[in-house]
């Protein structure tokens, strides 16, 4: 599996909005037959940071959802959303039954 996860800060005016378009974002990504997971969380104590955890079944799944028209579309549409720069990262995830 391959696990991208993201940091956002989204400027408090858009924070809902940001939230909405996200529930789009995630419908379409979980579509995409190798996205296992596409989770939005809001900090309880910070509404303007959020954080995404995405798994794939591997790299090249991740690639091709960031390379997918509805990716490609979002990052239009919220590009002067955001507060500074975006954290991401990227890792490989091993599956360990207990």
Not at 71 to 94: F, L, M, N, Q, S
Request: net charge negative; proline share 4%; charged share 35%.
């Amino acid at each position: 599996m391959f696990v991208i996860l993201g940091v956002r800060r989204v400027k408090l005016e858009h924070a809902d909005e940001y939230i909405r378009h996200m529930e789009e974002m995630t419908r379409l990504s979980l579509a995409e037959p190798e996205c296992i997971r596409y989770d939005l969380m809001r900090d309880n104590d910070d509404p303007t940071l959020f954080i995404l955890y995405e798994v794939f079944t591997d790299e090249a799944a991740a690639r091709a959802h960031q390379n997918a028209p509805h990716h490609h579309k979002w990052r239009d549409i919220a590009r002067d959303w955001y507060i500074e720069p975006h954290r991401v990262g990227r890792w490989e995830a091993t599956i360990i039954d207990f």
